[in-house]
């Protein structure tokens, strides 16, 4: 729904001379779009798994110097330092290459889908003391191909019928214990409740 990409674009706050990597890059359309709010100083990596899509999307960018698409699933982005990543695909867990390319004030917007393919966007934003969450609310989108995990998928649904997203506050790589603050607790990650003073 291109209402819905544009409020997930205007959350990356994308301005001149931000480095973006966009997965799920489709034709280019909305990559072409970003493209224009971080010219012309910036830069824009486009990731594409279908390769005929990959293709078209070169085609239709080739006027963009600054932008580039290669076909695969961004998943590990070539030890990229990003100030920006956009997830066009529904994962189930924030994956540690992507959590590890965001540069220091860096923004992740990411869909997390359970098996249905149903669930909420969360913005991550790399900060001092670690990674602040806060969900943007429900999302209904396609699989990103190489960040499905059906344990995470089935612990993601589970939170969801519990609820309690709204009240994110941090994403947490420690290693800790499950606790009342753990909204989604995963191997390496977990999207908490609890500020960063908790930790």
Same mark, same amino acid.
């Given at each position: 729904? $291109?209402?819905?990409?544009?409020?997930?674009?205007?959350?990356?706050?994308?301005?001149?001379?931000?480095?973006?990597?966009?997965?799920?890059?489709?034709?280019?359309?909305?990559?072409?779009?970003?493209?224009? #709010?971080?010219?012309?100083?910036?830069?824009?990596?486009?990731?594409?798994?279908?390769?005929?899509?990959?293709?078209?999307?070169?085609?239709?960018?080739?006027?963009?110097?600054?932008?580039?698409?290669?076909?695969?699933?961004?998943?590990? +982005?070539?030890?990229?330092?990003?100030?920006?990543?956009?997830?066009?695909?529904?994962?189930?867990?924030? +994956? $540690?290459?992507?959590?590890?390319? +965001?540069? $220091?004030?860096?923004?992740?917007?990411?869909?997390?889908?359970?098996?249905?393919?149903?669930?909420?966007?969360?913005?991550?934003?790399?900060?001092?003391?670690?990674?602040?969450?806060?969900?943007?609310?429900?999302?209904?989108?396609?699989?990103?191909?190489?960040?499905?995990?059906?344990?995470?998928?089935?612990?993601?649904?589970?939170? #969801?019928?519990?609820?309690?997203?709204?009240? +994110?506050?941090?994403?947490?790589?420690?290693?800790?214990?499950?606790? $009342?603050?753990?909204?989604?607790?995963?191997?390496?990650?977990?999207?908490?409740?609890?500020?960063?003073?908790?930790?």
């Amino acid at each position: 729904m $291109p209402s819905f990409l544009a409020f997930l674009i205007d959350a990356l706050a994308l301005k001149p001379g931000d480095r973006v990597a966009h997965v799920g890059a489709g034709v280019g359309y909305y990559t072409a779009i970003m493209a224009e #709010l971080v010219s012309p100083s910036g830069k824009v990596f486009g990731y594409e798994v279908d390769a005929a899509l990959a293709r078209r999307a070169t085609a239709n960018l080739a006027g963009y110097a600054h932008v580039t698409v290669a076909p695969g699933n961004g998943v590990d +982005l070539d030890g990229r330092d990003i100030d920006t990543l956009f997830i066009n695909a529904g994962a189930t867990h924030p +994956l $540690p290459a992507w959590l590890s390319a +965001l540069a $220091p004030g860096g923004t992740l917007v990411l869909p997390l889908t359970t098996e249905h393919r149903w669930g909420i966007t969360v913005k991550i934003t790399r900060c001092e003391a670690g990674f602040d969450a806060v969900s943007l609310g429900q999302v209904g989108i396609y699989p990103c191909e190489g960040a499905r995990d059906p344990a995470a998928a089935k612990a993601l649904f589970r939170a #969801l019928k519990t609820g309690g997203q709204e009240k +994110l506050t941090t994403l947490r790589r420690d290693r800790h214990q499950r606790g $009342p603050d753990c909204w989604l607790h995963g191997r390496g990650w977990c999207l908490s409740t609890a500020r960063h003073a908790a930790q």
